[in-house]
């Protein structure tokens, strides 16, 4: 997913691990408080954690997209422009 984010090709700066309170982001857009999340396995295991995790990210102001890495290695491009999407609707917004 990084190839698909760095550099700005999505329209907006993302860094990656990014400390995020008390937990970390996948990848990040600060600007648009963007949070991009890819889960594997380990997350299934987890769905209480996560839906905790993303209530505080929302309830900090954040907009938070999850996707499977089944998703995100199977249908790329999908995944690609959900983000590219969602950047053009916060963009839009400010």
């Not at 996948?26 to 648009?32: Q, S």
């Not at 999908?78 to 983000?83: D, H, K, N, Q």
């Amino acid at each position: 997913m990084w190839q698909h984010l760095s550099r700005k090709q999505q329209g907006a700066k993302f860094s990656r691990q990014m400390p995020l309170g008390p937990y970390f982001a996948d990848f990040l857009c600060r600007e648009l408080r963007l949070v991009v999340e890819c889960d594997g396995f380990s997350h299934d295991l987890r769905a209480d954690h996560n839906a905790a995790r993303d209530r505080w990210m929302r309830d900090e102001g954040n907009t938070v997209l999850r996707f499977t890495n089944a998703d995100v290695l199977d249908t790329t491009e999908g995944a690609v422009e959900t983000i590219r999407t969602q950047v053009e609707h916060l963009k839009s917004k400010h």
